[in-house]
């Protein structure tokens, strides 16, 4: 267990809708990344927040947004969805002092 | 460009068995951190060992274990007395240690079974 949680679950939507994923980070994490896996790939980097801004971003699209709270809680949100969009997203908070990010159990979105 | 290269994309091991992943990765950064992940089936990805780059000293973690190579950027992950449970996908990656933007690279992953 590391603390960090992602909902929901699995989610289905079609193409050209617009979705939101949510994440708790670990207590005392104030910086979580999110990750896109793609079946059978390691994870690509979609973007950071750190302290409610967004401070790094991978070669993503703008319609992948993000946003964090107060409480370091955060959601990724994704507009007009492509069929690649279909993916698991992996949301993980960052521990400064150790350089070590921990991850949730992932949202698997699946984009008919 | 940052990248991470794992070569083997499956390994199978017989239970009790020693077994190494390789990994090479490629940075022109000096101040870095290394790790390996695990994925099960479960999806949940789990942190199995972390190096710090300015450490010669390689990382050990109970049945796990690093050979750590800066010169050669090689960061290979021994797994000792495999078990049952040490079956799935395990991904090498790094990050650079920098105010902003830390973003961990990932290998493809090698997914290792271990049989009874």
């Known amino acids: 267990e590391t603390g960090v949680t992602q909902s929901p679950t699995h989610l289905i939507k079609t193409r050209g809708q617009q979705v939101t994923l949510r994440c708790s980070s670990q207590?005392?994490?104030?910086?979580v990344s999110w990750y896109q896996q793609a079946l059978g790939q390691g994870p690509q980097f979609i973007f950071q927040?750190?302290?409610?801004?967004?401070?790094g971003r991978g070669n993503f699209p703008p319609r992948f947004s993000g946003l964090q709270f107060p409480n370091y809680s955060s959601e990724l949100n994704v507009n007009a969805l492509e069929l690649d969009d279909s993916a698991l997203y992996l949301c993980?908070?960052?521990?400064?002092?150790?350089?070590?990010?921990?991850f949730g159990p992932g949202t698997r979105l699946l984009v008919l | 460009a940052q990248t991470v290269t794992q070569s083997q994309p499956e390994m199978s091991v017989q239970e009790a068995e020693t077994v190494t992943l390789s990994c090479t990765y490629d940075?022109?950064?000096?101040?870095?951190?290394l790790f390996w992940y695990k994925q099960p089936p479960s999806r949940q990805m789990i942190l199995v060992i972390r190096?710090?780059?300015?450490?010669?000293q390689n990382a050990t973690e109970n049945r796990f274990s690093v050979n750590f190579q800066k010169a050669a950027k090689s960061f290979s992950l021994k797994i000792s007395d495999s078990q049952l449970g040490d079956t799935a996908m395990y991904f090498c990656?790094?990050?650079?240690?920098?105010?902003?933007?830390?973003?961990?690279?990932f290998g493809t992953g090698t997914r290792l079974t271990i049989i009874p």
């Open positions: 993980a908070s960052r521990d400064t002092l150790s350089e070590t990010q921990y």
């Open positions: 207590s005392g994490h104030n910086t």
């Open positions: 927040y750190y302290r409610e801004e967004e401070n």
């Open positions: 940075t022109s950064e000096s101040n870095y951190y």
């Open positions: 190096q710090e780059a300015y450490k010669q």
């Open positions: 990656a790094f990050i650079i240690s920098n105010f902003g933007n830390e973003k961990l690279t």
